[in-house]
């Protein structure tokens, strides 16, 4: 941020009094501008043990495969944003389940929040943000070619809990290009 979103003065960067942080202060009016991070929401959504997996039309990462994600709006739950974006990315109707993996990507200041989900009737499409879509065995991944970390480490905790017949939610933290997987929340 350079400008005030209240009055269009420039802001500046200061540790407010009273804060521990530095903020986006403005010059004119003196209001305090914070910055958090922003959530990711999605599905590992499943039909008859295969996976929906769509490639990016859009960048960044585009022509990757990914599980329909996409930013929370404001006034939506975690779950139905998950669900919205398997509308919007693979024209799917998703019943979403259990709470899959959360990954806090410092580096963009990002949460991801993945769940586990289930095709209501099988059936799916390509939606505007995607290039092509399709159902995957675990054999069948593209591991080389999935566009984020996050989504690797969701459907990777996936199948490992599908085949140890559980569901967990497991918690890891990405601060750069990878992954570090750490096991924080597992129960
Ligand atoms: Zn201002």
């Known amino acids: 941020m350079k400008f005030c979103s209240d009055c269009g003065q420039p802001v500046e960067r200061r540790i407010p009094p009273g804060d521990n942080l530095p903020r986006a202060v403005c010059t004119a009016c003196g209001a305090v501008h914070y910055e958090n991070p922003r959530v990711v929401v999605g599905c590992v959504p499943e039909w008859q043990g295969r996976i929906l997996l769509c490639s990016r039309a859009i960048m960044p990462r585009r022509g990757y495969w990914t599980t329909p994600a996409g930013f929370l709006e404001n006034g939506e739950s975690l779950q139905a944003a998950a669900a919205r974006e398997a509308l919007e990315e693979a024209e799917a109707r998703v019943e979403i389940g259990s709470l899959l993996a959360v990954t806090h990507v410092l580096h963009a200041a990002q949460?991801?929040?993945?769940?586990?989900?289930?095709?209501?009737?099988?059936?799916?499409g390509v939606g505007a943000e995607s290039l092509?879509?399709?159902?995957?065995?675990?054999?069948?991944?593209?591991?080389?070619?999935?566009?984020?970390?996050?989504?690797?480490?969701?459907?990777?905790?996936?199948?490992?809990?599908?085949?140890?017949?559980?569901?967990?939610?497991?918690?890891?933290?990405?601060?750069?290009?990878?992954?570090?997987?750490?096991?924080?929340?597992r129960h």
């Open 132 to 185: 092509e879509s399709g159902l995957y065995e675990e054999s069948a991944i593209p591991w080389d070619d999935i566009a984020f970390p996050s989504i690797t480490f969701a459907l990777r905790s996936f199948f490992e809990d599908r085949s140890a017949e559980w569901e967990r939610c497991t918690t890891t933290i990405s601060s750069g290009q990878f992954a570090t997987e750490s096991s924080l929340n």
């Open 111 to 124: 949460v991801h929040v993945m769940f586990r989900g289930r095709l209501l009737d099988g059936r799916f």
